[in-house]
């Protein structure tokens, strides 16, 4: 029987969101939003979504007059998303 795919990373944002965040030590908010082409709306819920579920690190701070907002993956995102890697291998070898 397959495994099911993670609803939470099988979302496209959400899954490059977190694809992002593997490959870099932390990123802000307005390079996800670069990256990814999202509405700003749009990315703060779903980076909120990731940060609920323990995914996603979140830090906010001021810089100058402006808030920075950046992300960071957490371990249990790392794992996360090397088990919905394994799921999907399961579904190609079908």
């Not at 939003?33 to 995914?55: F, H, P, R, W």
Request: positive net charge.
């Amino acid at each position: 029987m397959l495994r099911e795919l993670n609803p939470l990373l099988h979302s496209q944002l959400r899954l490059a969101i977190v694809s992002i965040l593997l490959s870099v030590d932390e990123a802000d908010f307005v390079y996800l939003k670069e990256q990814t082409g999202a509405t700003a709306g749009n990315l703060s819920v779903q980076i909120d979504k990731l940060a609920s579920a323990g995914y996603i690190g979140v830090k906010k701070e001021f810089v100058g007059k402006k808030t920075r907002t950046t992300c960071q993956i957490t371990e249990r995102g790392r794992e996360a998303f090397e088990q919905y890697v394994e799921a999907l291998k399961e579904y190609l070898k079908l």
